[in-house]
Nanobody
Framework: QVQLVESGGGLVQAGGSLRLSCAAS????????MGWFRQAPGKEREFVAA????????YYADSLKGRFTISRDNAKNTVYLQMNSLKPEDTAVYYC???????????????WGQGTQVTVSS
């Protein structure tokens, strides 16, 4: 089992950047794919980005390609989400999640963090 703790959220002006981090406990982090999801008020949770266990494959929501970048450091048991050119519509609670299959796409995410709030002001 793995426990996930997100950090790095906050208030930023439109056009600004934030980097979210997700620290994982446990020795199996390097075998898990990791993903980021977000949920805005009154909306369903949506997929943001994912990265395979090795970092060799990444996946993005089409609407976010070019602005968001997912990466991971297996030595630090941490996955990151770099968010640039932020827009007010990016305001949401951002969650990281772990996929034990290692692929990051097509398999369920079994472990979830508590989320970190990102607010983008106009």
């Amino acid at each position: 089992q793995v426990q996930l703790v997100e950090s790095g959220g906050g208030l930023v002006q439109a056009g600004g950047s934030l980097r979210l981090s997700c620290a994982a406990s446990g020795r199996t982090f390097s075998t898990y794919a990791m993903g980021w999801f977000r949920q805005a008020p009154g909306k369903e949770r949506e997929f943001v980005a994912a990265i395979s266990w090795s970092g060799g494959k990444t996946y993005y929501a089409d609407s976010l390609k070019g602005r968001f970048t997912i990466s991971r450091d297996n030595a630090k048991n941490t996955v990151y989400l770099q968010m640039n050119s932020l827009k007010p519509e990016d305001t949401a609670v951002y969650y990281c999640a772990a996929d034990p299959s290692g692929y990051g796409w097509g398999y369920p995410y079994d472990y979830w963090g508590q989320g970190t709030q990102v607010t983008v002001s106009s």
